[in-house]
């Protein structure tokens, strides 16, 4: 090869590495920042928007406002709301197949500035940040390069739930795990210990149920006391009105059955969504039974207060079908006392 060849030859990679150079340039820096500039462009005119609707009626402003917060605070509320939170654990455990044989709460604990949160968890406290200032447009960059870092603002306080929880295999426990993660509320599992199986070598040897404990944060502002009362409206069962044992004029508990059946819905065959009915005979009583499939997210609770008003429902469910718990997708009966 002559020295002229070598000149084009270098002369050609040398321009080619150029192009290259700034086709790279233009697709990964000047691209991202023209859609940075012009996504703020539009967030500045949508800000621009939300003044002059306020300077014309403060008041259709002030509503929408108030429906934003309460939308924010199904993921961040201002109060700890425990009860809800056992409602989304207990949910979580029927859609997984699982069973949470043990809860301990843990309230009113601050959370550290700098704190660590999971991949899916990050994702629900940016959409947060967004709408609550929890950080300023100059370090989205830096939040993006290291997703797994999020500052919380000072008054974030954690409600922390330890739970013993039992799963047929460890399929169950992802299912568990994952439910948790994907309930709207800002949640983190703080640590999860379980010890496996022995791999079964003989045929007919039963495989023993995974038993694994569990730790899970769910964060509260309450700093924020003044939007207490644009707290999400949850759907909670009433009181049990249970009797106390200890009392020596309590009931006889063999008659509780048919107590809470006088009491059941009166023309439950309306709202029932059931298979199918059949009459049966049952200590001198006829009963008009109903065949039920259950469906994720119904628990013992929510049926007990759906068709039978009361809460003393769920005692008759779990006494006429002999179960403690539901499995989503099995059949179970309800009955109710034929008058």
Known sequence: MSSRQKITLSFTLIFV?????????YWFHLIPLKDRVEGLTQSIK???VQISQLEKDPKSTGNELANQTAFLQQMLPVAPILDQFILDLEKAEISSGSLITSF?????????QNETLSESDYKQSEELSVDLNFQNDNTKDEIASEPRKF????????LTVSMIVEAPS???????IKAIEDLQRLTQIDSLAFTGNREVREAGKTVNKL???????????????????QLPKYELPSPANKTNPLYPFAENKNDS?????????EYPSENLGTLA???VEKNGNSYIVYIYEVKPGDTLISLAIKYYNNRDGEDTIKEWNGITRLLSGETIEMPFLLK
Do not use: W
């Open 104 to 112: 301990s709460f843990n309230e009113n604990q601050s959370v550290a």
């Open 17 to 25: 590495l150029l192009i290259l150079g700034l086709g790279y340039y």
């Open 277 to 279: 009915s059949k009459v």
């Open 46 to 48: 949508s800000k621009e």
């Open 257 to 265: 059955i048919d107590g809470v059946l006088d009491n059941a819905a």
């Open 170 to 176: 460890y399929i169950e426990l992802e299912a568990f």
């Open 151 to 158: 500052f919380f603002p000072e008054g974030i306080e954690r």
């Open 211 to 229: 038993i694994y404990s569990v730790t899970v944060s769910a964060f509260y502002y309450p700093t924020l006391k003044e939007l207490k009362d």
